[in-house]
């Protein structure tokens, strides 16, 4: 699947989570084409994040993904949102998270949808 593609998937499943978490903002548009954008660049940081980072702190992080069973997943997932959000704070724009249980609650969601959308989406058969 190309990267274009998966951050789209990832955009979807972004600006989802937006409307479904109270806690979990994009900031920084007027108009809501503007919001297309941002959301299409908050889900580029966030597809560099999880390519860059993630890989890195699921090596590290083995025993732990092991002593619980795998739900440590979710942690790292809250953990990769927070810091896409962490990288966005600089800027204007971006991705604006209240805690980390919302943050919890935003990798769920994302996981969830960005699975099932690379289900459809996905040409191997």
Do not use: H
């Not at 002593?67 to 440590?72: A, I, K, P, V």
């Amino acid at each position: 699947m190309s990267f274009v593609v998966r951050v789209l998937i990832n955009g979807v499943a972004i600006w989802l989570a937006t409307v479904l978490l109270s806690g979990l903002d994009v900031v920084g548009y007027d108009p809501n084409w503007q919001k297309v954008g941002i959301i299409l660049l908050i889900a580029l940081v966030f597809g560099i994040v999880n390519a860059v980072v993630k890989p890195i702190v699921a090596i590290l992080s083995i025993p732990l993904y092991i002593l619980t069973l795998g739900l440590f997943t979710l942690v790292v997932n809250a953990l990769m949102l927070m810091l896409t959000a962490w990288i966005t704070e600089f800027t204007d724009w971006g991705l604006r998270i209240d805690g980390f249980w919302t943050a919890v609650w935003g990798g769920l969601i994302i996981s969830i949808v960005s699975f099932a959308l690379s289900v459809m989406v996905s040409d191997d058969r």
